[in-house]
């Protein structure tokens, strides 16, 4: 039984490293980030994994190890030890070292993700949320919101590449998450308030969007694209919009 | 076999509305088997939804929806995790815990007769019956039971149009969550006197059990946190029942619906969620400690060797308990809270993570070089471990606020979540049934079945779970009812097809769980079930109560080199006290 | 394992044990054999009358069971949907809309289908990179989740051109379609489209039943049917404002797909209805009564793209006197009166909308095509059920919305016969009306 027991836990250990390591082969994995802030959100989590990886290996073989050597039928008796206070010293002091280690070292790219979106200078659109859709304002040609020439889009929010873009998040109903997994951004979308969040996509390209906060029975459906596109092409599709916008319906197919 | 001297009940009546703590213990795993049935099998329906999405559900949707192709609608969907997450916490993890072994096992262990107060006791137990009503409940009124997850997070929670469940289910829900958390209360309070006033003489703090100071801990926790949710619970009650505002913003439109919310004047709905989390992420400790304790035991006992370090195991758990009331806010990363107060929250957690870290470090030092039994309690003390390291690992990466920004949400958190409850509490529950069965029901369980229980559950435990991660890291959100609705994710099927695969066979592998029980209860009785004390344990329980009896040393007093036997009973039989028997002061158990 | 002291063999359940173990392997075995190729699909489903319908006919067993019949051979059952048993009976093949006909009714033409081409490509993206590589097996099993027909037709032995072309100029089987509403719309909007689905009850406003053939939110005149655009339209906005979601998620195809399927439920319940109120007037329903109301219906539909509401020249720009004009418009009892169902301030609080119950409870006072009460939009929340261009707005007030008291005011005179609004008076009330949407909520 010893072996059995060894065996599990050191299939857990092949397992863990065998799904981990056949994961993004099949797409089981973080998207490719695309964002400015994206990759050091990556490299922190490669780091944090590697330590994880380590600890996972260590503790677990520890553990198999210690198995398989205690259930041996080789003492008559336990070694009679009730504790080890430099032991005990050394693994609070060790883990709490790479801890502390590992909570400063994210703090700065928590302050790019968050803290800076205080300062970020006035939104490019609007994300209204609602049961079960994503729709994006704009402000139309002169850059104010509330004003004639507004326009809304459904799904689809399109931004211009390698510039900064904030949004104004606003809900009338539920709480919803705001989550595009390839600018690795998530923030939820709290009625009752605006929250921005920030990003600045590095390539164009159309990425998903979803909803990750539990916003009612069609929360599974609730999802968008972000399109990300050269400036001129931004230009131009804001221009068409407003065009759109204008139809008087002749043209138009609707 | 039963330590206690009660006398005979004299009816049905009184043997049910028994105030006898043992008796309440054992009702409590009868209701909490019943319901972990019941959540069981509400996670197999969902994992069928998730393998196989809008298709025909066996049993469920012949019943409830035989007009729409037997596929389950989206609203049941919603319903079933917010009910699998509120059954599997409030009605099986704590009550099993707390309740269940918390009756067995602490007055026996602290060397008393009785609780403190055993008619409380009985109310604990039977308010539950009026919890479980009102969630079920909730399944025949107007729009179904309630369907906000069981988090329940405002508005969606609180206004009725925002989802089926909150017509009128909500409400129910609320008033399950509160007669539950009465529950917990009248049980916790009990215990904390209990195990503060009524230990017998020499069972100084220092040489409680570690089961106990688990279930302290967690009752610590229960008595300082369940107020606030309580508070909070009864607050969203009423917005939703007279409209008041606390976590219901104005001016919501909900479909094309003016929800009537007209004392709102612009509620908080993250007010909610500070409320909720200040007790629930408490209540994930409770969910814990006791296991961590019972592990404890079940290590030191099994492997014949006292636990390595003592009194850091009772710090860890004292740290644990302290800390854990500071982290509620790693739940709200990305809810729009101060990011100030995310650093805040960031630092706690990974405090937090440092005495759960030594626990692991001292359960394989006291492991290492001991005399190991695999029984199979201890096969699942060790299968607990090795799972709970791995929930813990996944913890540190969540705990990164800028990693948790995009794991959030998503199946990482579930797989996390799953592998310290599922695979480390449940675990260790049945690390202690198998461990205390023979002290409560005076059998003994069959050891070649639970020793193939252990080695499929811990399999299927690790199948279910382990690819969670990796669907969490591709972005898959919780609580979707159809994961494949976004292209995005369409490629993570085989993933989840296997898990649910796994899912059914865990379930059904709980047969040989099942099975030893009717294999005891049919057997012939042996003799060596008449022996009280089957592991050769030193702590009280396994000794016959004795109220003049006298602890002498720690619980863990094994393989000392000088005894005749390789362990040394926690107490010595009681003397007369006035036969001037000096008080015998043995050193505490960690040197 | 070694013995701990005490320990000892059981006397009895042995054999029970040695059972449970060795039914262990067989359980193994057969639940890996299941695993290999398990794909569950939804139970069987049927189209059932309506409630009115039955009700209608209560007395009539035969008549239903006439109808019953008739309506089955004449679209099949949400399996396997389909027009009748000759579905080019008008000049227009309602089975295969992509095949444009001449004299079509402004069906798919060639254009359009290229833009549908582009959207297969995208959506099969995987499956044709699977065909490029020669792997027909792979590009088979993953186009079968969206498009059944579509994998069937990728079987073994198919040239990889072909194959390359059937993907690419994919269009929807009705019973592909209908696979899809299963999936993506009959939750709310039911088997039959009568706005009944499991989670229909919970919505507010309640989901659209198409059986009368009335969509509120098209580009027409009221009471005409809506054309393919207007639904697509519909699928590709959503409707702010309600629990109707955008469909973008879908490939253009599968939308196109959508609408066949919706326009034959539409077509299926008028059909239904309009058998009801002949059976009134005679007593047997042959097959030719049926043949005849589905072509009058039919007529109906394919007449929709002339009803066309636009307007000609550009639109009239949004200024402050125009919003002014807009402003006393709408207050003006005589002119646009507005006010009095959308209330002065556009809250959607107007006197003649709600009515008074016995307890002092407001209620609305207007009842809908589907028999349910109505309230009037509120015009400041910001959200647009139609669409929040001009012309969208337009369209509202001159046409009104059918199934509902929002009158069309394009077509609403005065005593002597004379317009109320003239065409420069409804623009200023768009204007005014965008107005109020930007202006703050009242608390």
Same mark, same amino acid.
């Given at each position: 039984?010893?072996?059995?027991?060894?065996?599990?836990?050191?299939?857990?250990?092949?397992?863990?490293?065998?799904?981990?390591?056949?994961?993004?082969?099949?797409?089981?994995?973080?998207?490719?980030?695309?964002?400015?802030?994206?990759?050091?959100?990556?490299?922190?989590?490669?780091?944090?994994?590697?330590?994880?990886?380590?600890?996972?290996?260590?503790?677990?073989?520890?553990?198999?190890?210690?198995?398989?050597?205690?259930?041996?039928?080789?003492?008559?008796?336990?070694?009679?030890?009730?504790?080890?206070?430099?032991?005990?010293?050394?693994?609070?002091?060790?883990?709490?070292?790479?801890?502390?280690?590992?909570?400063?070292?994210?703090?700065?790219?928590?302050?790019?993700?968050?803290?800076?979106?205080?300062?970020?200078?006035?939104?490019?659109?609007?994300?209204?949320?609602?049961?079960?859709?994503?729709?994006?304002?704009?402000?139309?040609?002169?850059?104010?919101?509330?004003?004639?020439?507004?326009?809304?889009?459904?799904?689809?929010?399109?931004?211009?590449?390698?510039?900064?873009?904030?949004?104004?998040?606003?809900?009338?109903?539920?709480?919803?998450?705001?989550?595009?997994?390839?600018?690795?951004?998530?923030?939820?979308?709290?009625?009752?308030?605006?929250?921005?969040?920030?990003?600045?996509?590095?390539?164009?390209?159309?990425?998903?969007?979803?909803?990750?906060?539990?916003?009612?029975?069609?929360?599974?459906?609730?999802?968008?694209?972000?399109?990300?596109?050269?400036?001129?092409?931004?230009?131009?599709?804001?221009?068409?919009?407003?065009?759109?916008?204008?139809?008087?319906?002749?043209?138009?197919?609707? | 076999?039963?330590?206690?001297?009660?006398?005979?009940?004299?009816?049905?009546?009184?043997?049910?509305?028994?105030?006898?703590?043992?008796?309440?213990?054992?009702?409590?795993?009868?209701?909490?088997?019943?319901?972990?049935?019941?959540?069981?099998?509400?996670?197999?329906?969902?994992?069928?939804?998730?393998?196989?999405?809008?298709?025909?559900?066996?049993?469920?949707?012949?019943?409830?929806?035989?007009?729409?192709?037997?596929?389950?609608?989206?609203?049941?969907?919603?319903?079933?995790?917010?009910?699998?997450?509120?059954?599997?916490?409030?009605?099986?993890?704590?009550?099993?815990?707390?309740?269940?072994?918390?009756?067995?096992?602490?007055?026996?262990?602290?060397?008393?007769?009785?609780?403190?107060?055993?008619?409380?006791?009985?109310?604990?137990?039977?308010?539950?019956?009026?919890?479980?009503?009102?969630?079920?409940?909730?399944?025949?009124?107007?729009?179904?039971?309630?369907?906000?997850?069981?988090?329940?997070?405002?508005?969606?929670?609180?206004?009725?149009?925002?989802?089926?469940?909150?017509?009128?289910?909500?409400?129910?829900?609320?008033?399950?969550?509160?007669?539950?958390?009465?529950?917990?209360?009248?049980?916790?309070?009990?215990?904390?006197?209990?195990?503060?006033?009524?230990?017998?003489?020499?069972?100084?703090?220092?040489?409680?059990?570690?089961?106990?100071?688990?279930?302290?801990?967690?009752?610590?926790?229960?008595?300082?946190?369940?107020?606030?949710?309580?508070?909070?619970?009864?607050?969203?009650?009423?917005?939703?029942?007279?409209?008041?505002?606390?976590?219901?913003?104005?001016?919501?439109?909900?479909?094309?619906?003016?929800?009537?919310?007209?004392?709102?004047?612009?509620?908080?709905?993250?007010?909610?969620?500070?409320?909720?989390?200040?007790?629930?992420?408490?209540?994930?400790?409770?969910?814990?400690?006791?296991?961590?304790?019972?592990?404890?035991?079940?290590?030191?006992?099994?492997?014949?060797?006292?636990?390595?370090?003592?009194?850091?195991?009772?710090?860890?758990?004292?740290?644990?308990?302290?800390?854990?009331?500071?982290?509620?806010?790693?739940?709200?990363?990305?809810?729009?809270?101060?990011?100030?107060?995310?650093?805040?929250?960031?630092?706690?957690?990974?405090?937090?993570?440092?005495?759960?870290?030594?626990?692991?470090?001292?359960?394989?030092?006291?492991?290492?070089?001991?005399?190991?039994?695999?029984?199979?309690?201890?096969?699942?003390?060790?299968?607990?471990?090795?799972?709970?390291?791995?929930?813990?690992?996944?913890?540190?990466?969540?705990?990164?606020?800028?990693?948790?920004?995009?794991?959030?949400?998503?199946?990482?958190?579930?797989?996390?979540?799953?592998?310290?409850?599922?695979?480390?509490?449940?675990?260790?529950?049945?690390?202690?049934?198998?461990?205390?069965?023979?002290?409560?029901?005076?059998?003994?369980?069959?050891?070649?079945?639970?020793?193939?229980?252990?080695?499929?559950?811990?399999?299927?435990?690790?199948?279910?779970?382990?690819?969670?991660?990796?669907?969490?890291?591709?972005?898959?959100?919780?609580?979707?009812?159809?994961?494949?609705?976004?292209?995005?994710?369409?490629?993570?099927?085989?993933?989840?097809?296997?898990?649910?695969?796994?899912?059914?066979?865990?379930?059904?592998?709980?047969?040989?769980?099942?099975?030893?029980?009717?294999?005891?209860?049919?057997?012939?009785?042996?003799?060596?079930?008449?022996?009280?004390?089957?592991?050769?344990?030193?702590?009280?329980?396994?000794?016959?109560?004795?109220?003049?009896?006298?602890?002498?040393?720690?619980?863990?007093?094994?393989?000392?080199?000088?005894?005749?036997?390789?362990?040394?009973?926690?107490?010595?039989?009681?003397?007369?006290?006035?036969?001037?028997?000096?008080?015998?002061?043995?050193?505490?158990?960690?040197? | 394992?070694?013995?701990?002291?005490?320990?000892?063999?059981?006397?009895?359940?042995?054999?029970?044990?040695?059972?449970? #173990?060795? $039914? *262990? %392997? /067989?359980?193994?075995?057969?639940? &890996?054999?299941?695993?290999?190729?398990?794909? =569950?699909?939804?139970?069987?489903?049927?189209?059932?009358?309506?409630?009115?319908?039955?009700?209608?006919?209560?007395?009539?067993?035969?008549?239903?069971?006439?109808? #019953?019949? $008739? *309506? %089955? /051979?004449?679209?099949?059952?949400? &399996?396997?949907?389909?027009?009748?048993?000759? =579905?080019?009976?008008?000049?227009?093949?309602?089975?295969?809309?992509?095949?444009?006909?001449?004299?079509?009714?402004?069906?798919?033409?060639?254009?359009?289908?290229?833009?549908?081409?582009?959207?297969?490509?995208?959506?099969?993206?995987?499956?044709?990179?699977?065909?490029?590589?020669?792997?027909?097996?792979?590009?088979?099993?993953?186009?079968?989740?969206?498009?059944?027909?579509?994998?069937?037709?990728?079987?073994?032995?198919?040239?990889?051109?072909?194959?390359?072309?059937?993907?690419?100029?994919?269009?929807?089987?009705?019973?592909?379609?209908?696979?899809?509403?299963?999936?993506?719309?009959?939750?709310?909007?039911?088997?039959?489209?009568?706005?009944?689905?499991?989670?229909?009850?919970?919505?507010?406003?309640?989901?659209?039943?198409?059986?009368?053939?009335?969509?509120?939110?098209?580009?027409?005149?009221?009471?005409?049917?809506?054309?393919?655009?207007?639904?697509?339209?519909?699928?590709?906005?959503?409707?702010?404002?309600?629990?109707?979601?955008?469909?973008?998620?879908?490939?253009?195809?599968?939308?196109?797909?959508?609408?066949?399927?919706?326009?034959?439920?539409?077509?299926?319940?008028?059909?239904?209805?309009?058998?009801?109120?002949?059976?009134?007037?005679?007593?047997?329903?042959?097959?030719?009564?049926?043949?005849?109301?589905?072509?009058?219906?039919?007529?109906?539909?394919?007449?929709?793209?002339?009803?066309?509401?636009?307007?000609?020249?550009?639109?009239?720009?949004?200024?402050?006197?125009?919003?002014?004009?807009?402003?006393?418009?709408?207050?003006?009892?005589?002119?646009?009166?507005?006010?009095?169902?959308?209330?002065?301030?556009?809250?959607?609080?107007?006197?003649?909308?709600?009515?008074?119950?016995?307890?002092?409870?407001?209620?609305?006072?207007?009842?809908?095509?589907?028999?349910?009460?109505?309230?009037?939009?509120?015009?400041?929340?910001?959200?647009?059920?139609?669409?929040?261009?001009?012309?969208?707005?337009?369209?509202?007030?001159?046409?009104?919305?059918?199934?509902?008291?929002?009158?069309?005011?394009?077509?609403?005179?005065?005593?002597?016969?004379?317009?109320?609004?003239?065409?420069?008076?409804?623009?200023?009330?768009?204007?005014?009306?965008?107005?109020?949407?930007?202006?703050?909520?009242?608390?």
């Amino acid at each position: 039984m010893r072996f059995v027991v060894a065996l599990l836990i050191v299939a857990l250990v092949a397992a863990g490293a065998w799904s981990f390591a056949v994961a993004s082969a099949h797409g089981w994995w973080m998207p490719r980030q695309v964002s400015s802030y994206g990759g050091e959100v990556d490299r922190l989590f490669g780091v944090i994994g590697w330590i994880i990886a380590f600890f996972f290996v260590v503790v677990l073989g520890a553990l198999a190890w210690i198995v398989v050597r205690g259930s041996a039928k080789r003492a008559d008796r336990a070694r009679f030890v009730h504790g080890d206070a430099r032991i005990e010293m050394a693994w609070t002091l060790v883990p709490f070292a790479i801890l502390v280690t590992i909570a400063f070292m994210q703090l700065s790219t928590w302050n790019t993700i968050q803290a800076e979106r205080a300062h970020n200078g006035p939104p490019l659109a609007r994300v209204l949320a609602a049961q079960f859709d994503w729709r994006f304002q704009y402000p139309g040609r002169d850059g104010r919101f509330d004003t004639a020439d507004d326009f809304e889009v459904p799904y689809r929010l399109v931004v211009p590449v390698n510039e900064r873009v904030v949004l104004a998040l606003q809900s009338r109903d539920v709480i919803h998450g705001f989550f595009v997994p390839a600018f690795r951004l998530k923030q939820d979308v709290v009625p009752g308030t605006v929250l921005t969040t920030w990003f600045e996509a590095t390539e164009p390209g159309d990425y998903d969007l979803v909803c990750t906060q539990l916003c009612g029975f069609g929360h599974y459906r609730m999802s968008g694209k972000i399109k990300v596109v050269a400036r001129a092409d931004y230009d131009a599709w804001i221009e068409q919009q407003e065009r759109d916008l204008e139809s008087n319906g002749r043209e138009a197919q609707r | 076999m039963n330590a206690t001297d009660r006398s005979a009940p004299t009816s049905a009546i009184r043997r049910i509305f028994s105030a006898d703590h043992e008796t309440i213990g054992k009702q409590y795993f009868a209701l909490s088997a019943l319901m972990l049935l019941v959540g069981g099998l509400m996670a197999l329906a969902m994992r069928w939804q998730l393998a196989w999405p809008w298709t025909e559900m066996p049993i469920v949707g012949r019943i409830l929806f035989p007009d729409t192709g037997r596929v389950i609608s989206p609203g049941f969907y919603t319903v079933l995790f917010t009910m699998h997450g509120t059954i599997m916490i409030f009605f099986v993890i704590i009550p099993l815990l707390t309740g269940a072994f918390g009756n067995c096992l602490i007055p026996a262990m602290i060397g008393a007769r009785e609780m403190a107060f055993p008619r409380l006791n009985m109310w604990s137990f039977w308010v539950m019956i009026p919890a479980i009503a009102c969630l079920v409940a909730g399944f025949f009124v107007e729009g179904g039971a309630a369907s906000s997850g069981w988090t329940g997070y405002a508005p969606l929670s609180t206004v009725a149009e925002a989802a089926p469940g909150s017509l009128h289910g909500q409400t129910l829900w609320l008033m399950a969550l509160t007669l539950s958390g009465v529950s917990s209360m009248l049980g916790s309070i009990n215990y904390v006197t209990t195990i503060a006033t009524l230990r017998v003489s020499g069972m100084t703090m220092m040489r409680l059990p570690l089961t106990v100071w688990g279930l302290l801990t967690a009752a610590s926790l229960q008595v300082l946190a369940l107020p606030v949710l309580t508070a909070g619970g009864l607050l969203q009650l009423s917005d939703r029942i007279v409209h008041t505002g606390f976590f219901t913003p104005s001016n919501l439109v909900i479909g094309g619906a003016y929800p009537d919310i007209t004392g709102s004047t612009g509620g908080s709905p993250l007010l909610w969620q500070h409320l909720f989390w200040f007790y629930s992420h408490p209540a994930v400790y409770v969910m814990i400690l006791p296991a961590m304790g019972m592990v404890s035991d079940v290590l030191s006992v099994h492997a014949r060797k006292p636990v390595f370090g003592y009194r850091p195991m009772v710090w860890a758990l004292a740290a644990i308990c302290v800390l854990g009331f500071l982290v509620w806010g790693h739940h709200m990363f990305v809810s729009g809270m101060s990011p100030a107060a995310g650093t805040a929250f960031m630092l706690s957690t990974f405090l937090i993570a440092l005495p759960s870290s030594v626990k692991v470090f001292n359960w394989l030092a006291t492991l290492w070089g001991g005399r190991i039994h695999l029984t199979s309690a201890m096969l699942f003390a060790i299968g607990f471990v090795a799972l709970f390291v791995v929930g813990g690992l996944s913890g540190i990466a969540l705990a990164a606020t800028p990693v948790d920004v995009y794991v959030h949400d998503t199946y990482v958190v579930v797989a996390h979540f799953h592998y310290i409850v599922a695979g480390g509490t449940l675990l260790a529950i049945f690390a202690g049934t198998y461990h205390w069965f023979p002290r409560i029901f005076g059998r003994r369980l069959d050891e070649r079945l639970g020793r193939i229980h252990f080695v499929g559950t811990f399999v299927l435990t690790n199948c279910v779970f382990l690819m969670m991660h990796q669907l969490g890291l591709a972005g898959l959100m919780r609580r979707t009812a159809d994961p494949y609705a976004v292209d995005l994710f369409a490629h993570l099927r085989p993933v989840n097809v296997f898990i649910t695969w796994s899912a059914i066979g865990l379930f059904v592998w709980q047969f040989f769980f099942v099975a030893n029980l009717i294999v005891t209860w049919r057997r012939a009785r042996t003799s060596a079930e008449n022996d009280p004390n089957p592991w050769r344990a030193a702590s009280l329980e396994w000794s016959a109560f004795d109220p003049a009896m006298r602890v002498v040393r720690g619980p863990y007093e094994y393989a000392d080199p000088g005894a005749p036997e390789d362990w040394k009973p926690q107490s010595e039989p009681g003397v007369n006290a006035g036969a001037g028997v000096v008080h015998r002061v043995s050193s505490p158990p960690s040197k | 394992m070694s013995r701990i002291p005490g320990r000892r063999t059981r006397a009895r359940g042995v054999s029970l044990a040695r059972l449970l #173990e060795g $039914s *262990l %392997a /067989a359980w193994v075995l057969v639940v &890996g054999l299941g695993a290999c190729d398990f794909e =569950p699909g939804a139970a069987p489903m049927r189209y059932d009358l309506a409630p009115s319908t039955v009700e209608a006919t209560k007395s009539a067993g035969k008549v239903r069971e006439q109808m #019953e019949t $008739s *309506l %089955a /051979a004449g679209f099949g059952t949400p &399996g396997d949907p389909r027009y009748g048993p000759d =579905p080019t009976w008008q000049g227009i093949d309602l089975d295969h809309p992509e095949r444009a006909v001449p004299e079509g009714s402004g069906e798919i033409d060639a254009a359009h289908r290229d833009a549908l081409r582009k959207s297969n490509i995208t959506a099969f993206a995987r499956a044709l990179s699977d065909l490029k590589s020669g792997d027909l097996a792979g590009a088979g099993s993953s186009v079968k989740h969206r498009a059944p027909d579509l994998g069937r037709a990728l079987a073994p032995g198919v040239a990889p051109d072909a194959a390359r072309a059937l993907v690419e100029g994919w269009y929807p089987s009705l019973r592909e379609s209908a696979e899809l509403y299963r999936q993506e719309c009959l939750q709310c909007h039911g088997v039959e489209g009568g706005g009944d689905g499991p989670m229909s009850w919970s919505l507010k406003p309640r989901p659209r039943d198409f059986r009368n053939g009335i969509f509120k939110y098209t580009a027409l005149e009221a009471q005409s049917r809506p054309r393919r655009d207007d639904l697509l339209r519909t699928l590709e906005e959503g409707v702010p404002a309600t629990s109707m979601p955008n469909f973008q998620r879908l490939s253009a195809t599968e939308r196109e797909g959508l609408v066949d399927y919706v326009r034959l439920l539409s077509i299926r319940g008028e059909v239904e209805r309009a058998l009801v109120a002949r059976w009134k007037e005679e007593d047997d329903l042959t097959p030719a009564a049926f043949s005849e109301e589905l072509g009058l219906v039919w007529d109906r539909w394919k007449r929709a793209p002339e009803k066309l509401v636009a307007f000609d020249g550009p639109v009239p720009p949004s200024t402050p006197e125009r919003i002014a004009r807009g402003d006393a418009l709408f207050h003006d009892p005589l002119k646009a009166n507005c006010a009095s169902c959308h209330g002065a301030a556009g809250l959607g609080d107007g006197f003649a909308s709600f009515k008074i119950d016995v307890h002092g409870k407001r209620e609305p006072a207007y009842i809908d095509a589907w028999g349910r009460p109505i309230a009037p939009r509120n015009l400041r929340d910001g959200l647009f059920r139609g669409g929040s261009r001009p012309i969208d707005v337009y369209r509202r007030i001159y046409a009104g919305i059918p199934g509902g008291p929002m009158p069309a005011m394009g077509h609403t005179k005065d005593a002597q016969g004379v317009s109320m609004l003239s065409d420069e008076d409804m623009w200023c009330l768009v204007h005014y009306v965008r107005h109020l949407a930007h202006l703050p909520e009242a608390p």
